[in-house]
């Protein structure tokens, strides 16, 4: 299922991206259970498989959907996907005010935000080999934790600024998000499933000679729209093996895939857990596989993951 965050009319909202036939199969405020308003709510399965509220009330509409799950799509394109619209939110508030409603929009008809902003976004660097070797080094024992700050979100199609004032390179960096589904810590290898609501494509964007300037990666990687994520976020998808391609201006400059990962996503949860605690929302970058390089102005930088779908931006200069 996937997740998207949106905007129309000024208004933003949450709700889920089917394809046509999909989205006429959901029910609308006249099907399932209902509450006083007449709306369908989103509730059912336990907390066993989902990850807190969002979860369970994503599973209960899940199981009204019938045939398999839409195609990738590769950001907007698919001129035949829908939005069906969520009343509430789904990290927030009580499972019973996650309500289905019959709103319908076309995907073109709106604009796509960051399907999440979390409260932090936890980083993994040198996690593939290749990107290891290609910075330097060997690739290290236990995963090396960085963050970025809440502001560097932005979403798909917004633009990634470069600080030319201070930073003579801006690098794309593609990787495999994870979105944390509810409160944790000290999580254990039986409740990793728990805690992941689901997954995203993200661009870990670095003022390179920043980085190395520093020596620590703060300022480099903490920029206002340093961290793009979309185009949504999909809970269905295994994330042991997916492709991960990031293209430049069409052209491929990355291509690896997730089962190259030095420490998966389960045991990255656990690690990180053991430092602090995750929120609803809190978003954590697996890291790049090797083919990192430059964006100048004017560059469309796009990551794409097998199974969830494709994040593009442009590159422009920030005044």
């Not at 709306?39 to 599973?59: E, F, H, I, L």
């Not at 590769?74 to 069906?84: P, V």
């Not at 290609?134 to 963050?147: C, K, N, S, T």
């Not at 895939?257 to 690690?271: A, Q």
Request: aromatic share 4%; proline share 7%.
């Amino acid at each position: 299922m996937r997740i998207a965050r949106f905007s129309h009319n000024g208004e933003v909202s949450y709700g889920l991206v089917l394809g046509v036939e999909s989205a006429a199969e959901v029910p609308g405020p006249a099907a399932g259970p209902s509450t006083a308003n007449g709306t369908a709510t989103a509730t059912g399965a336990g907390t066993a498989t989902g990850a807190g509220t969002a979860n369970r009330a994503v599973s209960a509409v899940s199981g009204s959907l019938s045939g398999p799950p839409d195609p990738d799509p590769l950001g907007h394109e698919g001129s035949q996907l829908m939005i069906a619209q969520l009343a509430g939110h789904p990290f927030g508030g009580r499972e019973e005010d996650i309500k289905l409603t019959s709103i319908r929009f076309a995907l073109a008809d709106v604009r796509l935000l960051a399907p999440i902003l979390p409260s932090k976004v936890i980083c993994i660097g040198k996690n593939y080999a290749d990107h290891a070797r290609e910075m330097g080094g060997e690739p290290p024992e236990e995963p090396v934790i960085f963050l970025k700050p809440s502001t560097a979100v932005c979403g798909p199609g917004d633009p990634i600024f470069r600080p030319t004032q201070i930073s003579e390179r801006t690098d794309y960096e593609g990787e495999l998000a994870v979105v944390i589904g509810r409160l944790c810590r000290q999580v254990t290898a039986d409740r990793v499933d728990e805690v992941i609501f689901g997954y995203t494509c993200a661009n870990d964007v670095t003022a390179r000679d920043l980085q190395a300037r520093d020596g620590q990666w703060t300022r480099a990687k903490g920029f206002d729209t340093f961290c793009p994520l979309g185009p949504w976020i999909e809970t269905d998808v295994d994330p042991a093996d997916l492709a991960i391609t990031t293209r430049l201006n069409g052209e491929v400059r990355q291509d690896s895939r997730t089962s190259l990962l030095l420490h998966d996503v389960r045991s990255l949860v656990m690690f990180v857990s053991q430092v602090m605690t995750l929120l609803p929302g809190d978003v954590l970058l697996t890291g790049t596989p090797a083919g990192i390089g430059p964006m100048d102005k004017g560059d469309q930088v796009s990551v794409t993951i097998e199974g969830i779908g494709t994040l593009s931006n442009l590159v422009t200069d920030r005044d």
